[in-house]
């Protein structure tokens, strides 16, 4: 599985930026940064350069030393050597535990491939992934072992059910404890190798395997690198799921920078900014509706006086953005990532102060091209929406066993994203929804993403998703749900009230037509986000059961 | 070679390091710290203005040395004092190196200022590499320490170490320097056993300073130097004695002078220095 055809990536052409927009400036040179082949080279250098330094803290307080770390790595590692050939796949699905990431180099070192699933996944997303890849081993926790026994026949290859077990960080000793180490020194990994897998929740279909290679890994650290420096007092926090490449990010730019990553076992809004202060992090990295539920929490003297100097998110809510660098007295950089393209446009640093609440995902780094097309792939006009195309060395590798579907994404020799945005004169890029989620009312097109970012910042609201109803005179039209702050209910919150409050920031087209209150939590996506296919699945008729409609102001039951 | 003259005058910056009242009170707890303003976070141990430093410091030695460098002397000037809140910056320059017995010295200046440029310490570090023989010298010294010859006794004070001392500072100061955490890596440079971070001593001797000459009041201190003597191996029972010694005063600021040594008499800062406000 290693040997990937071209995925035909190879044909972007390095479009030639004018001179008037603007860029990120004192980047240093390309592969400045990490001037490494593989992340197993990272790993061992990391470790062997400042042994005793923490390479990750739990919020609870277990602390892995880098020396301890790639002890148990190589160790691991060697426990796999035999079980695990080159382009294997293994599929792991564990909680945030310091062993997540003891397997995830374990398997890589061997030039094996982490496949990875959610933790929370039950027998019919984690089976997809088990037939989709086909792996030889699984590595899971005891509370995710009856989900893989029940699944593992589907693959014909598995051979070994490896269960993290016991106290943290000694959960996979019971393997590990007599095996000869892998020496990472002398890993033979080459830089091509797909080393893992991440299903992508599309909007339609199946999820699918994006593969990423070291090359794919190597960028997205070297350009994050380059465009923040950090130093040996520096401490990322991690709050997203380990299952997601971005904590593994964080400890490979941790390692190359003599830094260390603070994790969060999950993201906790009481919990935050105590684990902050405590832990002494200097810098986040969020997604999803991490800032506005903070924003939703209670103020406190900790949220203030803390070390951390700037936070990197992926879809910053730009109704919030002012409060929030007011509040917490950091900047928040916007930041436009995908598995597929890794890190593919951030704020510029040095620009941060003046695109405050501009809601603007930056330019690209030096090395990635961004292309704003039509449906037909022709270049837009400055301003007009279009998908956004992306090209530059070490993007994914594809889709596992899809060739068709990564023949088509890849199309032209850049990867179609699925992203609506635009770009403005002077280069910035803003998000504008996916493809799949705008919702077309009478030829105009209504980005969900906007009209929910218009509600979240509603005092009383605590949740939204905005989704499109079909509908027989306008095609679509919006409706929107509601999770009020505990204490607030649809008789303090009215209907009339959240029109009233929308239509201060929305052109009237925009405005939603159906509202529905909910006191639930919504589901979520593996990735935090609201799971909107399951509030379309939910009822025949969305329009009914207990829905209020803008047209006759009344809820209809 | 060991040692390249060429690379005086080279300079160094660190990114922006901002404080909280959380690592200065996790600062003053690693040094069993007994002054509540400090103890609170209110405002740095004196000693927590090297933390910011370290590393363009350690960087500026790799890169001027691909020997063992031994932090030799150390000399702050404190223009006021740090805060939670302050955003700071550092530049590191290394400034000269000089020949000496046992080999050369590189003299490091850093000079810490908050984001709205205002000068929060300048320290100069003078570290010594061994079996270095230079015809002559390039740059400029560190500057002349204060002369007091001490007299009497001077009022001592004794702080026993905990075992987990060295751990404690390693975690506070982020200097995990294997030579101070395992016993092995010591070996590897001639100690028998782990050694006490030399700016761990400082800081203990400080408390010293603090309580008899600035009424437990970091802002009385304007300087604090010495030279680091002989390593305060990590043993069973260790422990620090710093006596302190009143002189002259000149102006608005005393000359305070005092030493540390360890449990088995050896000292390891002699020629300890501070001015303090009179």
């Known amino acids: 599985m290693s040997k990937q055809a071209s995925t035909g990536l190879d044909g972007y052409r390095q479009s030639k930026r004018p001179a008037d927009w603007v860029e990120h400036e004192n980047v240093p040179p390309m592969w400045s940064g990490v001037p490494h082949q593989t992340t197993i080279e990272i790993v061992a250098k990391g470790c062997a350069e400042d042994p005793y330094r923490p390479v990750l803290i739990i919020e609870d307080g277990l602390t892995i030393t880098r020396k301890d770390f790639l002890d148990r790595c190589q160790r691991f590692a060697g426990f796999l050597k035999g079980k695990v050939e080159t382009g294997d796949n293994v599929v792991v699905m564990l909680d945030n535990r310091v062993e997540f990431m003891i397997a995830l180099f374990g398997i890589i070192a061997n030039r094996g491939v982490l496949v990875s699933i959610a933790p929370s996944a039950q027998s019919f997303d984690a089976g997809h992934i088990v037939s989709d890849a086909q792996p030889v081993a699984a590595i899971c926790g005891m509370p995710q072992k009856p989900i893989i026994d029940g699944v593992r026949t589907r693959s014909d290859k598995l051979q070994h059910v490896i269960v993290v077990d016991g106290e943290e960080p000694d959960g996979l000793e019971a393997y590990s404890r007599d095996a000869e180490p892998l020496d990472f020194a002398n890993a033979k990994c080459q830089r091509e190798d797909v080393i893992t897998v991440y299903y992508t929740s599309g909007t339609s279909g199946a999820p699918k395997g994006c593969l990423l290679h070291h090359g794919w890994w190597l960028r997205v650290i070297d350009l994050d690198t380059r465009m923040f420096r950090r130093g040996w007092q520096d401490r990322q926090l991690c709050c997203l799921p380990f299952y997601y490449a971005d904590p593994a990010i964080q400890l490979l730019t941790s390692l190359v920078t003599r830094g260390t990553m603070v994790a969060m076992r999950r993201f906790s809004v009481s919990r935050f900014w105590d684990v902050v202060n405590k832990y002494d992090a200097t810098e986040i990295l969020s997604i999803a509706s991490v800032p506005a539920l903070l924003m939703k929490g209670d103020p406190g003297p900790s949220e203030h006086d803390h070390r951390i100097r700037l936070a990197i998110h992926a879809g910053l809510p730009k109704e919030l953005h002012a409060q929030m660098l007011k509040r917490y007295g950091f900047h928040w950089h916007n930041q436009y990532g995908s598995t597929e393209g890794g890190v593919m446009s951030r704020v510029p640093h040095h620009l941060a102060d003046e695109l405050v609440a501009t809601g603007t995902m930056g330019t690209e780094p030096p090395g990635v091209f961004i292309r704003v097309v039509d449906d037909d792939d022709e270049d837009v006009a400055i301003g007009q929406s279009g998908e956004a195309l992306i090209g530059g060395p070490d993007l994914y590798k594809g889709y596992l066993n899809r060739p068709e579907v990564t023949a088509e994404a890849n199309r032209g020799g850049w990867y179609h994203s699925g992203d609506v945005i635009r770009r403005d004169e002077r280069g910035l890029l803003y998000f504008v929804g996916r493809k799949k989620e705008i919702i077309r009312r009478s030829g105009e097109n209504i980005s969900a993403a906007e009209v929910e970012a218009v509600l979240r910042s509603h005092d009383k609201v605590l949740e939204v998703a905005v989704i499109p109803v079909p509908d027989e005179l306008r095609g679509e039209e919006v409706k929107a749900y509601i999770q009020p702050k505990p204490g607030e209910t649809a008789k303090s919150f009215p209907p009339e009230e959240v029109i009233a409050f929308c239509r201060q920031s929305l052109a009237a087209f925009k405005l939603p037509r159906y509202i529905e209150y909910r006191t639930q939590d919504f589901e979520r996506t593996p990735s935090m986000r609201v799971q909107k296919k399951s509030l379309i699945e939910g009822k025949q008729d969305l329009t009914k059961g207990g829905v209020w409609d803008r047209e006759t102001g009344r809820f209809h039951d | ?278």
């Open chain 2, 1 to 278: 070679m060991g040692v390249d003259v060429g690379k005086v005058g080279l300079e160094r910056d660190s990114e922006e390091f901002r404080v909280s009242t959380a690592r200065l009170a996790q600062f003053a707890e690693a040094l069993g710290d007994t002054i509540e303003a400090q103890r609170k976070g209110r405002v740095a141990h004196p000693v927590f203005h090297h933390v910011p430093v370290m590393q363009s410091m350690v960087e500026l030695l790799k890169s001027a040395t691909t020997k063992f460098a031994l932090h030799g002397e150390h000399d702050f000037h404190f223009h006021r004092a740090i805060e939670p809140g302050q955003r700071l910056y550092t530049v590191s320059k290394l400034i000269g190196i000089r020949p000496t017995k046992a080999g050369a010295t590189l003299i490091i200046r850093s000079d810490i200022a908050t984001h709205d440029e205002l000068k929060v310490s300048t320290q100069y570090s003078t570290c010594l590499v061994t079996s270095e023989k230079f015809a002559k010298a390039a740059g400029d010294p560190a500057p002349d320490r204060p002369v007091m010859t001490p007299e009497g006794e001077g009022e001592p004070v004794t702080i026993k170490l905990s075992p987990d001392q060295a751990f404690r500072y390693a975690e506070a100061a982020r200097d995990y320097s294997p030579y101070t955490l395992d016993t092995e890596a010591a070996g590897e440079l001639g100690f028998p056993a782990p050694i006490l971070h030399g700016m761990c001593t400082m800081g203990i001797a400080a408390r010293a300073v603090l309580g008899a000459a600035c009424q437990g009041d970091a802002r009385k201190l304007f300087r604090l130097g010495g030279r680091f003597s002989a390593p305060v191996l990590m043993v069973p029972g260790q422990l620090l004695t710093t006596r302190v010694w009143f002189g002259a005063v000149r102006g608005a600021r005393r000359l305070v002078a005092f030493e540390t040594t360890e449990m088995g008499g050896e000292l390891a800062i002699k020629l300890g220095f501070a001015e303090v406000g009179a």
